[in-house]
């Protein structure tokens, strides 16, 4: 065996290493990443957090060196120095950084910490003035060889105080202007406060494939899938694990014809979804795409709405519920609010009647679980915040009520995992937040916030340090749509990211567990979910589908149709001969390919224009049978009276009857004579 080992070997040997080997391609990590950059100068590598700051961090971030293998291992075709750029991004080593083209930063001004310009510079013992021998001009001819370029001249400076600038000269080209310390505080101080947060926002994909503003978003807790909603009536799935870098949708389907999609909801199991359209019924559809069933509509000439089995009227947000997966929330525009059991479509198990100054029927816009499922928020037209808590024997009214909370609409709702802070996002363009223990007054206003769509929404991070939401494009501004970001501690402005120059941001998302960033965006015409993530802080997700490459296409996936002549085969079974000559010659005649009737030219036939040559359909019969001669054009009509007058006096046809009887006519004489008497 070890003889032909060594034979194999030896013969081995003689050929190169990829003869007989069809390797696959592999894909630069760092050429992938930096197709989706996006634009602006690329980020420094986050700092290695300290103890005390270390529990601020998302917990999905803290990636650690041993993890970085994993992580990027987890990524398919990857080269060896890709995952070596990729480790050394998320270890923070600045070395790998400087080859990924990522720039370190300097740090408190010290030339030590900057990045080497021109050739290295001289010993510490080197002195402008040696020429290679001593200071008295002792063994010139020993040690006196010049290497290189001829050294700068020596400056000539009066004062003694210059000296040590005499004896380090300048080698190589100039160093870079040095900037103000105090700018360079500042730059410090704002690079620090987006390394404390850590966004990941350095690269950037966009899941096209609607027409229209995408209104509704949803990613399953597992972070494989994602749920795009829009306003051309679709719904279409994207799979994080089965794209490639082509980034299309694996299912698109219309739930309801003609409706708008308002919200799209994922189960705390993921394996089913809610879907609230337009229309007064929501659906559920299993992982698939795939309808499991569809609430049943109420009766809408019944007035008291507690004795309804269903909405009546178009919903406006749904929400499952985040800890039982047969439970949902639906509210609509009747104004009333409903939770169902998915396991009974033809009735609800509650309804709740918002309390209302007036009596009446107000729309609820939106509604909201809070974290455990415990307490429901609804949003009334009228601008108030109503919420109540699950408990026995608890019924329509509200345990909170806060009147004109907005001026306006409420679009958005969203509690903290704590159950102490309340966001809400109206069509008043403010952003309000709410302490849950004293709603008086709110905590902090927000304003200057367009927003111009009933499904804006709010976000908090996965550590709940930071909220987020969109805004909406105005007509005479030239600011796009925004993702702004806002500190909970602080309750101040601590970001914008621009999402789109021209497209309104309507929902939003930050997922744990991939810590990604989703937006969804869009106008009149189009539409679009931006992804937003960072190779050394996100995981999976984008990440899986960016660096796949779409599959090429071999000869097998070409399957070309035979064509077979059978001249002997019997007539049933036979071709049909062409008939391409008889088609065209039967296009050529107007009467068998039923051309249709040129419009008229000119001023028409008879002082009327149509093709008819009258307004009549009796007198065009009439004309092409030849009955009517129009030759009245051309006569005087008093000759053509009364060249029928013999005729008539002859044999009269109408007045025959009165023959004998008729009397004679007497006519009036002249007064003509008279008058010239």
């Given at each position: 065996?070890?003889?032909?080992?060594?034979?194999?070997?030896?013969?081995?040997?003689?050929?190169?290493?990829?003869?007989?080997?069809?390797?696959?391609?592999?894909?630069?990590?760092e050429?992938?990443?930096?197709?989706?950059?996006?634009?602006g100068?690329?980020?420094?590598?986050?700092?290695?957090?300290?103890?005390?700051?270390?529990?601020?961090?998302?917990?999905?971030?803290?990636?650690?060196?041993?993890?970085?293998?994993?992580?990027?291992?987890?990524?398919?075709?990857?080269?060896?120095?890709?995952?070596?750029?990729?480790?050394?991004?998320?270890?923070?080593?600045?070395?790998?950084?400087?080859?990924?083209?990522?720039?370190?930063?300097?740090?408190?001004?010290?030339?030590?910490?900057?990045?080497?310009?021109?050739?290295?510079?001289?010993?510490?013992?080197?002195?402008?003035?040696?020429?290679?021998?001593?200071?008295?001009?002792?063994?010139?001819?020993?040690?006196?060889?010049?290497?290189?370029p001829?050294?700068?001249?020596?400056?000539?400076?009066?004062?003694?105080?210059?000296?040590?600038?005499?004896?380090?000269?300048?080698i190589?080209?100039?160093?870079?202007?040095?900037?103000?310390?105090?700018?360079?505080?500042?730059?410090?101080?704002?690079?620090?406060?987006?390394?404390?947060?850590?966004?990941?926002?350095?690269?950037?994909?966009?899941?096209?494939?609607?027409?229209?503003?995408?209104?509704?978003?949803?990613v399953?807790?597992?972070?494989?899938?994602?749920?795009?909603?829009?306003?051309?009536?679709?719904?279409?799935?994207?799979?994080?694990?089965?794209?490639?870098?082509?980034?299309?949708?694996?299912?698109?389907?219309?739930?309801?014809?003609?409706?708008?999609?308002?919200?799209?909801?994922?189960?705390?199991?993921?394996?089913?979804?809610?879907?609230?359209?337009?229309s007064?019924?929501?659906?559920?559809?299993?992982?698939?795409?795939?309808?499991?069933?569809?609430?049943?509509?109420?009766?809408?000439?019944?007035?008291?709405?507690?004795?309804?089995?269903?909405?009546?009227?178009?919903?406006?947000?749904?929400?499952?519920?985040?800890?039982t997966?047969?439970?949902?929330?639906?509210?609509?525009?009747?104004?009333?609010?409903?939770?169902?059991d998915?396991?009974d479509?033809?009735?609800?198990?509650?309804?709740?009647?918002?309390k209302?100054?007036?009596?009446?029927?107000?729309?609820?816009?939106?509604?909201?679980?809070?974290?455990?499922?415990?307490?429901?928020?609804?949003?009334?037209?009228?601008?108030?915040?109503?919420?109540?808590?699950?408990?026995?024997?608890?019924?329509?009214?509200?345990?909170?009520?806060?009147?004109?909370?907005?001026?306006?609409?409420?679009?958005?709702?969203?509690?903290?995992?704590?159950?102490?802070?309340?966001?809400?996002?109206?069509?008043?363009?403010?952003?309000?937040?709410?302490?849950?223990?004293?709603?008086?007054?709110?905590?902090?206003?927000?304003?200057?916030?367009?927003?111009?769509?009933?499904?804006?929404?709010i976000?908090?991070?996965?550590?709940?340090?930071?909220?987020?939401?969109?805004?909406?494009?105005?007509?005479?501004?030239?600011?796009?749509?925004?993702?702004?970001?806002?500190?909970?501690?602080?309750?101040?402005?601590?970001?914008?990211?621009?999402?789109?120059?021209?497209?309104?941001?309507?929902?939003?998302?930050?997922?744990?567990?991939?810590?990604?960033?989703?937006?969804?965006?869009?106008d009149?015409?189009?539409?679009?979910?931006?992804?937003?993530?960072?190779?050394?802080?996100s995981e999976?997700?984008?990440?899986?589908?960016?660096?796949?490459?779409?599959?090429?296409?071999?000869v097998?996936?070409?399957?070309?149709?035979?064509?077979?002549?059978?001249?002997?085969?019997?007539?049933m079974?036979?071709?049909?001969?062409?008939?391409?000559?008889?088609?065209?010659?039967?296009?050529?005649?107007?009467?068998?390919?039923?051309?249709?009737?040129?419009?008229?030219?000119?001023?028409?036939?008879?002082?009327?224009?149509?093709?008819?040559?009258?307004?009549?359909?009796?007198?065009?019969?009439?004309?092409?049978?030849g009955?009517?001669?129009?030759?009245w054009?051309?006569?005087?009509?008093?000759?053509?009276?009364?060249?029928?007058?013999?005729?008539?006096?002859?044999?009269?046809?109408?007045?025959?009857?009165?023959?004998?009887?008729?009397?004679?006519?007497?006519?009036?004489?002249?007064?003509?004579?008279?008058?010239?008497?």
């Amino acid at each position: 065996m070890e003889d032909e080992a060594e034979i194999y070997d030896g013969v081995r040997a003689q050929f190169p290493l990829t003869f007989g080997k069809q390797s696959k391609p592999q894909t630069s990590l760092e050429s992938v990443h930096s197709a989706t950059r996006r634009g602006g100068p690329a980020p420094a590598p986050a700092p290695a957090p300290d103890p005390a700051s270390s529990s601020s961090l998302p917990s999905t971030t803290s990636a650690a060196g041993d993890a970085g293998a994993s992580k990027s291992s987890g990524l398919p075709s990857l080269s060896s120095s890709s995952a070596a750029w990729l480790e050394g991004l998320r270890a923070g080593n600045p070395r790998a950084g400087r080859e990924a083209g990522i720039g370190s930063r300097g740090g408190n001004g010290e030339d030590g910490n900057r990045a080497m310009i021109g050739p290295p510079r001289p010993p510490p013992g080197f002195s402008a003035n040696d020429d290679g021998g001593d200071e008295d001009g002792e063994d010139d001819d020993d040690d006196g060889v010049m290497v290189g370029p001829p050294p700068p001249p020596p400056r000539n400076l009066g004062d003694d105080d210059d000296d040590e600038e005499e004896e380090e000269a300048m080698i190589g080209p100039p160093r870079p202007p040095v900037v103000d310390s105090d700018e360079e505080e500042e730059e410090e101080e704002e690079e620090e406060e987006e390394n404390r947060y850590r966004l990941p926002l350095s690269n950037e994909i966009v899941l096209k494939g609607h027409n229209k503003i995408v209104s509704a978003l949803a990613v399953d807790p597992t972070g494989s899938r994602v749920l795009s909603g829009s306003y051309d009536y679709t719904v279409r799935m994207f799979d994080f694990q089965g794209m490639n870098s082509r980034l299309s949708s694996f299912r698109d389907f219309e739930p309801v014809e003609g409706h708008q999609v308002r919200n799209l909801s994922w189960s705390p199991t993921a394996d089913r979804f809610l879907c609230v359209t337009g229309s007064a019924q929501a659906k559920i559809y299993d992982r698939d795409g795939l309808t499991l069933g569809e609430f049943v509509k109420g009766d809408m000439y019944i007035r008291d709405l507690k004795n309804t089995k269903g909405h009546i009227t178009g919903l406006t947000w749904g929400e499952w519920h985040p800890k039982t997966k047969e439970t949902i929330l639906t509210s609509s525009e009747d104004g009333s609010l409903r939770i169902w059991d998915v396991n009974d479509f033809k009735s609800q198990k509650q309804v709740i009647k918002p309390k209302l100054a007036r009596p009446g029927r107000v729309p609820v816009t939106t509604c909201t679980w809070d974290r455990e499922g415990k307490c429901i928020a609804g949003g009334i037209g009228d601008g108030s915040i109503q919420i109540w808590n699950l408990k026995p024997g608890w019924g329509s009214r509200p345990d909170i009520h806060v009147e004109q909370a907005h001026s306006d609409d409420i679009t958005g709702l969203k509690f903290s995992s704590d159950g102490k802070i309340l966001l809400t996002r109206s069509f008043d363009d403010s952003l309000k937040v709410w302490d849950l223990r004293l709603m008086k007054n709110p905590l902090k206003v927000f304003e200057d916030l367009p927003n111009h769509y009933a499904q804006t929404n709010i976000a908090f991070s996965p550590d709940e340090q930071l909220f987020l939401t969109g805004t909406s494009v105005e007509r005479e501004s030239t600011i796009g749509g925004l993702l702004c970001f806002f500190d909970r501690s602080k309750l101040e402005l601590v970001s914008r990211i621009g999402i789109s120059p021209t497209c309104s941001v309507v929902q939003c998302a930050w997922h744990p567990r991939l810590n990604q960033i989703f937006a969804t965006s869009g106008d009149k015409s189009q539409g679009g979910t931006h992804v937003l993530y960072d190779p050394t802080l996100s995981e999976r997700g984008a990440l899986v589908c960016v660096a796949r490459a779409p599959r090429k296409k071999s000869v097998d996936d070409f399957e070309l149709k035979p064509v077979i002549h059978n001249p002997h085969a019997l007539p049933m079974f036979r071709d049909q001969p062409s008939r391409k000559r008889q088609r065209e010659k039967i296009l050529k005649d107007p009467l068998k390919s039923h051309k249709p009737e040129l419009p008229m030219n000119g001023p028409g036939h008879g002082g009327r224009v149509g093709a008819s040559k009258g307004s009549l359909l009796t007198q065009y019969l009439l004309k092409q049978g030849g009955m009517i001669k129009e030759t009245w054009m051309d006569e005087d009509p008093r000759e053509a009276i009364l060249k029928h007058a013999d005729a008539a006096e002859k044999n009269p046809k109408f007045t025959r009857a009165y023959a004998e009887t008729q009397p004679d006519p007497v006519f009036a004489k002249s007064d003509s004579e008279d008058e010239d008497k």
